[in-house]
């Protein structure tokens, strides 16, 4: 938390100046300022400091309380530095926080499409400001973008791919606004438990970033002690599991990619078995050429 969200109300933006009635209704129908709201609990200056602190940290546990564990993203700094786990709040989950700190973005430019150095990859940049109501925090010339390498614009083409990355490209710029007047970029994960007490939300559902494993792993890819035997398929969503080499007591097995989608119904197959199986399936008849490559279901 910087020392920005304890402004005096003096330094709010001047196109604010007319919208504030020191009226109950006012307060309730709209979120008005952190410095206002302190003064509600009394007029005593230390009072008032402590009424902003305790209103800023509730508004933050409400926050990650609003967001799903699909929203966040974990990164793990390396164990000798301590291993430390921090949340990032992506972009969808950055919808779900704004109105709760009346974030504004205005001031947003055209996108601007820059071309890959492979052919046909592309990127789109927009630049935008944001300004947060509660604080009264501003931010200029933020940028966000989205290229057309990224995961979600697999099997689009032509304008629906030129579109969605434009798409993704603002929502971006609407994330990091978000993230960086709410402060939602490096949440320590006990935080985020906190937070979500008495929910059934757990941070074990949460995605793997960068610290947990090799990027190609956490991408889905195969790790290199993977048999030459095509994965079974997953018996509850069907998707290509994945293997995961024995640590430890636990033997090596195939896992779904999807399985934080079900948790509630688990599945795996011993790696053991199954190459044991399709060995002698092979041996009958020439098994199917994988086709599909690894992590290219949904
Ligand atoms: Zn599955």
Same mark, same amino acid.
């Given at each position: 938390?910087?020392?920005?969200?304890?402004?005096?109300?003096?330094?709010?933006?001047? !196109?604010?100046?007319?919208?504030?009635?020191?009226?109950?209704?006012?307060?309730?129908?709209?979120?008005?300022?952190?410095?206002?709201?302190?003064?509600?609990?009394?007029?005593?200056?230390?009072?008032?400091?402590?009424?902003?602190?305790?209103?800023?940290?509730?508004?933050?546990?409400?926050?990650?309380?609003?967001?799903?564990?699909?929203?966040?993203?974990?990164?793990?700094?390396?164990? !000798?530095?301590?291993?430390?786990?921090?949340?990032?709040?992506?972009?969808?989950?950055?919808?779900?926080?704004?109105?709760?700190?009346?974030?504004?973005?205005?001031?947003?430019?055209?996108?601007?499409?820059?071309?890959?150095?492979?052919?046909?990859?592309?990127?789109?940049?927009?630049?935008?400001?944001?300004?947060? #109501?509660?604080?009264?925090?501003?931010?200029?010339?933020?940028?966000?973008?989205?290229?057309?390498?990224?995961?979600?614009?697999?099997?689009?083409?032509?304008?629906? @791919?030129?579109?969605?990355?434009?798409?993704?490209?603002?929502?971006?710029?609407?994330?990091?606004?978000?993230? !960086? @007047?709410?402060?939602?970029?490096?949440?320590?994960?006990?935080?985020?438990?906190?937070?979500?007490?008495?929910?059934?939300?757990?941070?074990?559902?949460?995605?793997?970033?960068?610290?947990?494993?090799?990027?190609?792993?956490?991408?889905?890819? =195969?790790?290199?002690?993977?048999?030459?035997?095509?994965?079974?398929?997953?018996?509850?969503?069907?998707?290509?599991?994945?293997?995961?080499?024995?640590?430890?007591?636990?033997?090596?097995?195939?896992?779904?990619?999807?399985?934080? #989608?079900?948790?509630?119904?688990?599945?795996?197959?011993?790696?053991? %078995?199954?190459?044991?199986?399709? %060995?002698?399936?092979?041996?009958?008849?020439?098994?199917?050429?994988?086709?599909? =490559?690894?992590?290219?279901?949904?």
């Amino acid at each position: 938390m910087t020392t920005d969200h304890l402004q005096t109300p003096e330094d709010r933006l001047p !196109e604010d100046a007319s919208d504030h009635q020191p009226h109950q209704l006012d307060f309730i129908a709209a979120p008005t300022t952190i410095g206002e709201l302190a003064t509600l609990r009394g007029t005593a200056p230390l009072d008032v400091i402590e009424a902003r602190v305790q209103i800023v940290e509730t508004l933050r546990r409400a926050s990650i309380r609003a967001t799903h564990p699909e929203d966040w993203l974990l990164f793990k700094a390396p164990d !000798e530095a301590g291993g430390q786990i921090v949340g990032y709040l992506q972009d969808a989950g950055c919808d779900r926080v704004r109105d709760l700190w009346g974030i504004e973005i205005f001031g947003i430019g055209r996108p601007e499409k820059i071309a890959g150095d492979q052919p046909g990859v592309f990127h789109y940049v927009i630049t935008g400001n944001g300004r947060c #109501k509660l604080t009264k925090q501003t931010v200029e010339a933020m940028e966000g973008g989205r290229s057309s390498t990224d995961d979600f614009c697999k099997d689009r083409t032509g304008a629906d @791919l030129e579109l969605s990355v434009r798409k993704a490209a603002r929502a971006n710029l609407d994330g990091n606004i978000t993230r !960086e @007047l709410a402060g939602l970029k490096a949440v320590p994960i006990e935080e985020i438990e906190r937070a979500w007490t008495g929910t059934a939300k757990k941070t074990a559902q949460c995605r793997h970033g960068r610290g947990f494993g090799s990027r190609s792993e956490r991408l889905g890819a =195969e790790p290199a002690s993977a048999p030459d035997v095509q994965a079974p398929k997953c018996g509850v969503c069907g998707a290509l599991s994945r293997y995961r080499p024995a640590s430890g007591s636990r033997g090596a097995f195939y896992g779904c990619p999807n399985y934080q #989608k079900h948790a509630d119904r688990k599945w795996t197959m011993d790696a053991a %078995k199954w190459i044991e199986q399709a %060995k002698k399936t092979a041996a009958a008849a020439p098994a199917e050429p994988a086709t599909r =490559e690894p992590g290219a279901e949904g």
